[in-house]
């Protein structure tokens, strides 16, 4: 039995992580159990591969995780974005500058960010953005999800970036149907006022909006058949849906000491 650490373990992606890491030691990281990424250092002693994300987009972590993944001798999976690329001075390509020897997943948006995110019809089943006509492969955060823990737990992934992206680009209105809701679209710079979120974030946020606004981010990637070796769920309702069981997976809080 391996022993791996799951930085965001409860969030949509790392809880998913966490269900599908069976028979191993799957240790939950966060500010709950103790993890905190103010705190310069973390004793690793004992842990086989770690499953990280970098918290919005704080410039001031990328110096941070860039540390822990430069020290540490086991296998890491980092969770970064397909959006990076037009954001080359970013916290998270800045992590990815020294995540070599590492995986990393540079996934698209995520089908959950219509069911378990932010972009879930409100009570009047609208989806708002500002996109335009602009087309998204949405990627299904159970194929991340595999994509991950194949890289945790299997040999042949180090060093790879795999792009991941579902199998065809839709327009938002298309995904917003597709989870029973209405798409309207919103006005970029009425949308960005709106969004009570530190300044770095909001920038990020709107970076990638205008990527899918402008046709930049419409393209199919293939991440998910490169490492699984088969291709990746389409956007189905039924999908954006699934309720994840519960897998028996061994779990602990994680008491973490600074050095």
Same mark, same amino acid.
């Given at each position: 039995?391996?022993?791996?650490?799951?930085?965001?373990? !409860?969030? /949509?992606?790392?809880?998913?992580?966490?269900?599908?890491?069976?028979?191993?030691?799957?240790?939950?990281?966060?500010?709950?159990?103790?993890?905190?990424?103010?705190?310069?250092?973390?004793?690793?002693?004992?842990?086989?591969?770690?499953?990280? !994300?970098? &918290?919005?987009?704080? &410039? +001031?972590?990328?110096?941070?995780?860039?540390?822990?993944?430069?020290?540490?001798?086991? +296998?890491? @999976?980092?969770?970064?974005?397909?959006?990076?690329?037009?954001?080359?001075?970013?916290?998270?390509?800045?992590?990815?500058?020294?995540? +070599?020897?590492?995986?990393?997943?540079?996934?698209?948006?995520? @089908?959950?960010?219509?069911?378990?995110?932010?972009?879930?019809?409100?009570?009047?089943?609208?989806?708002?953005?500002?996109?335009?006509?602009?087309?998204?492969?949405?990627?299904?955060?159970?194929?991340?999800?595999?994509?991950?823990?194949?890289?945790?737990?299997?040999?042949?992934?180090?060093? @790879?970036?795999?792009?991941?992206?579902?199998?065809?680009?839709?327009?938002?209105?298309?995904?917003?149907?597709?989870?029973?809701? !209405?798409?309207?679209?919103?006005? &970029?710079?009425?949308?960005?006022?709106?969004?009570?979120?530190?300044?770095?974030?909001?920038?990020?946020?709107?970076?990638?909006?205008? %990527?899918?606004?402008?046709?930049?981010?419409?393209?199919?990637?293939?991440?998910?058949?490169? %490492?699984?070796?088969?291709? &990746?769920?389409?956007?189905?309702?039924?999908?954006?849906?699934? /309720?994840?069981?519960?897998?028996?997976?061994?779990?602990?809080?994680? /008491?973490?000491?600074?050095?």
């Amino acid at each position: 039995m391996s022993t791996f650490l799951v930085i965001g373990g !409860t969030g /949509k992606t790392g809880r998913r992580v966490v269900e599908r890491l069976n028979g191993h030691d799957a240790r939950i990281a966060t500010r709950a159990t103790g993890f905190d990424w103010a705190e310069p250092e973390y004793d690793l002693t004992g842990i086989d591969g770690v499953f990280l !994300t970098v &918290p919005g987009q704080d &410039p +001031r972590n990328a110096e941070r995780v860039a540390a822990l993944l430069n020290r540490f001798e086991g +296998r890491a @999976v980092l969770l970064s974005a397909r959006a990076v690329e037009f954001h080359p001075d970013g916290a998270l390509a800045a992590v990815e500058r020294a995540a +070599r020897g590492h995986t990393i997943l540079r996934p698209s948006w995520f @089908v959950q960010n219509f069911t378990e995110g932010f972009l879930q019809p409100d009570d009047d089943g609208v989806v708002t953005a500002p996109t335009g006509e602009g087309r998204e492969p949405f990627v299904d955060l159970d194929d991340v999800a595999d994509v991950a823990v194949a890289a945790l737990t299997q040999p042949g992934h180090e060093g @790879v970036t795999y792009e991941l992206s579902g199998p065809t680009a839709i327009t938002f209105a298309e995904a917003a149907q597709r989870v029973g809701g !209405t798409f309207v679209p919103a006005d &970029p710079a009425t949308y960005a006022a709106s969004l009570d979120l530190p300044a770095e974030y909001v920038a990020w946020r709107m970076a990638m909006f205008d %990527a899918i606004r402008e046709g930049r981010d419409a393209r199919v990637s293939r991440g998910v058949d490169d %490492a699984l070796g088969r291709p &990746p769920r389409a956007f189905s309702q039924p999908a954006g849906l699934r /309720k994840q069981a519960a897998s028996g997976v061994a779990t602990r809080k994680l /008491k973490l000491s600074s050095r």
